[in-house]
């Protein structure tokens, strides 16, 4: 018969082991309480942005530029916003992607033995979690003053201003994790430290620098207060970037502030036309992480 002390030392095991049965599954069960919770508030806003911004998307509102109110044809469409946010967010491309990526470089390749090298990283964390509307200052300041008017090279480099930063660090670490056997292979067969680092080094991370630009590129299109302060926004359509320049976002914040309830209506199209957009970048975000994934597998 066991002794007394080895019954009392089972009871306890199997009082422990039940306890944490039950708060392991406690635990599980709050988890997907409140996974549930967050997926029922995601298909609510979803299924009611469908609901009110669907109703008024048509042919009239890819083709068709802001009518006035009063005259025919009311409200018309949102063409101009849609051409001005593709021309302000490739204008925003060729500035802030090489500034990004030779930031990233220099970070990753060149800042070891400099002491520049450090207040850079930190700058560019800092500059990440700056508040876009101090970006609109700032561009206002720098390119909207000078100009003595708003225009669009003004939003672009507001833009650019927001995607520099976030290039320059994933670069950074994209390339960190390249093997350091590259490199030395590289320039063992007779290569420079340049060409080695462009013809070896970032071809071998340019799936995940993709990534990275992606994600920028994500952010941006989604951004207004920037914009207010510098493109400022237009009715027409133009493709003069010297002068007041359309984007969606911005005519978006114009009709949801507006009196009128068509226009209002027209806001909640733009706003499911914008969400489409930053979801099909993220489709292309992550179908170029699959795709490197099994490059590498």
């Known amino acids: 018969m066991p002794p007394p002390i080895l ?89 802030g992607i090489p500034l990004g990526m030779l930031t990233g470089v220099y970070l990753s390749e060149y800042s070891a033995n400099s002491w520049l090298g450090a207040p850079v990283r930190f700058i560019s964390d800092v500059l990440t979690g700056v508040p876009s509307i101090v970006v609109g200052i700032l561009g206002y300041e720098l390119v909207v003053v000078p100009m003595g008017n708003y ?11 927001i995607m520099i930063p976030i290039i320059a660090r994933t670069t950074e670490e994209m390339l960190r994790l390249v093997p350091q056997s590259y490199r030395e292979a590289s320039i063992a067969l007779g290569a420079s430290k340049v060409r080695t680092i462009f013809k070896v080094v970032i071809p071998a991370a340019v799936g995940s620098i993709i990534t990275g630009v992606m994600l920028a590129i994500a952010r941006v299109a989604g951004e207004t207060a920037p914009l207010l302060f ?52 993220n489709l292309i975000i992550r179908f170029v992480v699959r795709s490197k994934h099994k490059m590498t597998a």
């Not at 669907?54 to 109110?69: D, G, K, Q, V």
């Not at 970037?241 to 806001?267: C, D, H, N, W």
């Open 7 to 95: 019954n009392a030392a089972r009871r306890r095991d199997r009082g422990i082991r039940k306890a944490t049965r039950i708060t392991s599954g406690f635990m599980h069960s709050l988890c997907i309480l409140f996974t549930l919770l967050i997926l029922l508030a995601l298909v609510s806003v979803t299924g009611y942005l469908l609901y009110i911004g669907f109703s008024s998307i048509n042919l009239a509102f890819f083709t068709e530029n802001p009518i006035p109110y009063g005259m025919e044809g009311y409200p018309g469409g949102m063409k101009n916003a849609m051409v001005g946010t593709i021309i302000l967010i490739l204008m925003a491309c060729v500035l």
């Open 230 to 281: 510098t493109a400022l926004g237009s009715r027409l359509l133009t493709l003069d970037p010297t002068k007041p320049f359309p984007s969606l976002t911005v005519q978006i914040f114009t009709y949801a502030s507006g009196p009128y309830r068509e226009e209002r209506q027209m806001a909640w199209a733009g706003i499911l036309i914008l969400i489409a957009l930053i979801f099909v970048l």
């Open 151 to 161: 225009n669009g090279f003004a939003g672009a480099v507001a833009l650019a201003f």
